[in-house]
Every structure is written in C-alpha cells, then in structure tokens.
C-alpha cells in the first residue's frame, strides 16, 4: 500500500535579535560592546598600541562569535570621533561606516572627552575630561548632568595652565592624568577621579548612543568625520 503524501515541514529561519556595536579606537585603549537596547551583552577592551587597523575586525568577528550573531544581527553602530590617536580614530570610522553602509544600519558619533565624562555622570555638578594631546598641550572639555545631562565647555586644545584656569569651581577631572597635573588640580579644590573609571569606553558609548539614537538624532555615514582638535602633522618633526 502507498504512503500518503506528506507535504515536508516548512523549514523555520531563526531571526537573531538584534544588537548595536560600539566601536571605540580613539586611544591605545581599544573597546568594543555589543549591546542590546544599550544594555551590555559582550564586551572587550585591549591594550592594541597602533595597531589598531589590524586587530579591530577579527576583535568584532570574534566578539559576535560569542554571542553566534551574524553581522546581520546589527541594527545600529556606535563610534567614537575622537579626539585622540589619528590612525586609531580613522580604523575604528573606517570599520563604523562600513558595517552601517554595508547592513544600512543608523550610526552614531559621540565624541571621546563627553564618553569618559559620562562615566561620572551620577557625580552632578562640573565634569571635566582631559587627554594628552601631544606638544605640552591638553584636549579638555566640561558636561553638568544638572538638569540633564548637557555640555557646557566644548572640546578644545589648551595647556595645563590654561586648563586650570578655566575650570569649573569643584570640577571632577578624568581621564589621562598624571601625578603631577593631578597635585595641581587638588591644590586648586578640584576633585580627581581614578583613571579606571573611564577604561570601558565602549560600554559608555553605547549607552550615550542608544539614547542619541532613540531620540532621532543619527549621522549620516557619508558626512560623519573624526573631531580632531589638530590637523595630523606631515613631515619630519623637530
């Protein structure tokens, strides 16, 4: 006797959620998350010198491995401007905006100093980021969360002792500080926060940029450009 035909079951295609990658190379530091609405699912942070275009793509490869989500999983892309490394800055761009033309995902650029200020931002009051920006000089700039969370100096270049100069009475100061910019800061009655306090800069940019992106307020990938405080120099320096 025949068989009865049994049409073959549909075969079921799994939908994997969705995630954000956050793309920070702006310093030797790289960090790199995978998020799902800004919540933190994978993270990784390393110490890659200038050698970041080589070892950005395998470290997001691998990361997606761990959580086995396909490129294809990524509906939006988070990346640092900067300022900082040049070669780091434009390795982690190149990747950004590749992924976002590529898979036509939104990305956000948040820059650097407001990433490292954010990890303070339940402190209240004058927060103040700074990084070595090279020639004795300083990037610095100052965010308040009062009343939301908001800049109130922009990103810009000086020396220390313009730096101090301009601060905000009572600021908490982060970031690249060494011992002797930190004793000046707290004979000045500034507070100093622990340099481990802004390592996870990725995480950081994610969550800045989860809330960026749900507001409507996206780059577009043709336009996005790194901040950098100072053109790269050319030539043989003195």
Do not use: C
């Not at 969705?18 to 030797?28: H, K």
């Not at 080589?54 to 396909?70: C, F, I, N, S, Y």
């Not at 507001?215 to 050319?234: F, H, M, N, Q, S």
């Amino acid at each position: 006797m025949r068989s009865p035909f049994v049409w073959p079951k549909p075969s079921v295609v799994s939908v994997p959620d969705p995630l954000e990658l956050a793309v920070d190379t702006a310093s030797a530091t790289a960090s790199i998350a995978l998020t799902r609405e800004g919540a933190l699912q994978a993270e990784m942070t390393w110490d890659a010198g200038r050698d970041h275009s080589r070892q950005l793509l395998p470290a997001v490869d691998g990361l997606l491995a761990r959580l086995e989500a396909p490129k294809e999983a990524l509906r939006a892309v988070f990346v640092s401007r900067g300022p900082g490394s040049y070669a780091g800055i434009r390795a982690g761009m190149s990747v950004a905006k590749g992924l976002a033309f590529a898979l036509e995902v939104p990305i956000v650029g948040v820059g650097r100093l407001e990433t490292e200020a954010y990890a303070l931002a339940a402190a209240g009051g004058p927060i103040v980021a700074v990084h070595r920006a090279g020639r004795s000089d300083l990037a610095w700039a100052a965010y308040t969360n009062d009343g939301g969370w908001r800049e109130t100096v922009a990103p810009a270049l000086a020396s220390a002792d313009e730096v101090l100069d301009a601060l905000p009475d009572g600021s908490l100061v982060t970031g690249e500080i060494d011992d002797a910019l930190a004793s000046r800061l707290i004979e000045r009655g500034h507070r100093v926060a622990s340099g481990a306090a802004t390592v996870r800069r990725a995480l950081l940019l994610a969550e800045l940029g989860w809330r960026r992106m749900q507001a409507g307020d996206v780059d577009d990938p043709k336009t996005l450009v790194p901040l950098y405080l100072r053109e790269p120099a050319i030539g043989p320096q003195s």
